[in-house]
């Protein structure tokens, strides 16, 4: 099992270009997550989805979208990408919605300039 | 608003000494209460947890010390060694309508020196 995959690791964007981050997870897990980490504040939640159609947001949503076609996949979209975003990003899942550890990525490194 | 405050952001600790990261929250209907740990490059992964009804939980040489009445807990690493040099994470959740969702501290960042 590769468990939680992440892509890209890294890129780097304009100022008002939008990407979109990758996350797949091939455990069958029907809770999924992303987080943002930045230096001093810990990890803080986008967006998450408890199943496929099913997405709500976290603490910071703003200038992010999410989907979830799959149990499978997760992708993150920045519409529209500003500095403030310059983060790294990590994908999580867990097997069950209210209980269970959560399984992470190994990050997407993302700089706007 | 901070909801888990950890402290302290950076720790070093000698070979084979004790390492204390303690973490304080506010909201009382927390209920569960994990540590993570990353190390560089790499995402971070359950390290141990803990729930309110039990004041302690030991997991070879990582324990949770947990205070209800005071809203805090801490992680101690005993006999602390180089490769536990990582980031730490403490973190707290609720069941949140259809979804457990996990409030993180800053991190500790920790260095142990051979």
């Known amino acids: 099992n590769a468990g939680v995959t992440q892509t890209p690791k890294f890129q780097v964007l304009k100022t008002g270009q939008s990407m979109t981050l990758q996350c797949a997870q091939d455990?069958?897990?029907?809770?999924m997550s992303w987080y943002r980490q930045d230096p001093g504040m810990g990890l803080r939640l986008i967006h998450y989805?408890?199943?496929?159609?099913?997405?709500d947001q976290g603490e910071v949503p703003n200038g992010y979208n999410v989907s979830r076609s799959t149990t499978e996949d997760f992708p993150l979209r920045l519409l529209s990408a500003a500095p403030s975003q310059t983060s790294v990003y990590f994908c999580?899942?867990?097997?069950?919605?209210?209980?269970?550890?959560?399984?992470f990525g190994e990050g997407s490194r993302l700089t706007v300039l | 608003q901070q909801q888990v405050k950890q402290s302290p952001q950076s720790l070093i600790v000698q070979k084979g000494g004790i390492s204390i990261i303690n973490c304080a929250y506010e909201?009382?209907?927390?209920?569960?209460f994990p540590w993570y740990q990353q190390f560089p490059g790499k995402g971070p992964a359950l390290l141990i947890a803990?729930?309110?009804?039990?004041s302690e939980k030991k997991e070879g040489r990582f324990t949770i010390s947990f205070n209800k009445s005071a809203k805090q807990f801490s992680l101690h690493i005993m006999d602390s060694q180089p490769g536990d040099s990582a980031t730490y994470f403490c973190?707290?959740?609720?069941?949140?309508?259809?979804?457990?969702?996990?409030?993180f501290g800053s991190g500790t960042q920790l260095t142990v020196l051979p």
């Open positions: 999580a899942s867990s097997y069950n919605r209210v209980r269970g550890e959560l399984f």
């Open positions: 455990m069958n897990h029907e809770y």
């Open positions: 989805s408890v199943g496929a159609g099913i997405t």
């Open positions: 909201n009382t209907a927390f209920d569960y």
């Open positions: 803990i729930r309110p009804d039990v």
């Open positions: 973190a707290a959740s609720k069941s949140s309508g259809s979804a457990r969702q996990l409030t």
